[in-house]
């Protein structure tokens, strides 16, 4: 699916089409992702460990807790992304 966006702009960019200068390039949104959320995991393990006091469960609630936000995170940008309000 991305792979697909990003080759489909290259084809319509390479025949003249102009492109959408309103819009984020999915690999964008995907480093915007994967930053927020490396914060976002140190945070949950941080509070994890705080909560259980061990950094075995800890480290594990954070490895799924990353996974699972940053598919939604990623997806949640590329609706956001096609909305015109506020642009």
Request: proline share 1%; no cysteine.
């Amino acid at each position: 699916m991305i792979l697909n966006q990003i080759i489909f702009s290259k084809k319509a960019q390479s025949r003249g089409f102009e492109e959408d200068k309103t819009s984020e390039k999915p690999l964008r949104s995907v480093v915007k992702a994967l930053s927020w959320r490396a914060i976002g995991t140190l945070d949950t393990l941080v509070v994890s460990y705080f909560l259980t006091g061990e950094i075995t469960l800890a480290a594990s609630i954070a490895s799924v807790d990353f996974v699972t936000k940053l598919v939604l995170y990623f997806f949640h940008e590329r609706i956001w992304n096609k909305i015109k309000w506020g642009k």
